[in-house]
């Protein structure tokens, strides 16, 4: 069983900065692929950000550029760099991790982000 824990989130105006981390509980995080998602009112929950176990990145069109993912394989964490974020990231940001070479799919529960003015 793996456990995510997001935190970071809150309320920045647009133009601003916030950094999302993620705490994953287990013993071979290097082996896992982890994400960030995000589901905004009305839509649904889609990925905004990758990062594979060899630091491979991915990134949604709309954060390209504004976003970095990045993991820490001795602290267990990974987190999400937003800058000049826009009132269109708001939603609500969940951390994913897949353990390489399975079809598990572990959730956090998620961490709230509003950009408004």
């Known amino acids: 069983q793996v456990q995510l824990v997001e935190s970071g989130g809150g309320w920045v105006q647009p133009g601003g900065s916030l950094r999302l981390s993620c705490a994953t509980s287990g013993s071979i995080f290097r082996r896992y692929t982890m994400a960030w998602y995000r589901h905004s009112p009305g839509k649904q929950r889609d990925m905004v950000a990758q990062?594979?176990?060899?630091?491979?990145?991915s990134y949604a069109d709309s954060v390209k550029g504004r976003f970095r993912i990045t993991r820490d394989n001795a602290k267990n964490t990974v987190d999400l760099q937003m800058n000049n974020l826009i009132p269109e990231d708001t939603g609500v940001y969940y951390c994913n991790a897949i353990p390489l070479g399975t079809s598990m799919n572990y959730w956090g529960r998620g961490t709230q982000v509003t950009v408004s003015s």
């Open positions: 990062i594979t176990t060899s630091r491979s990145t």
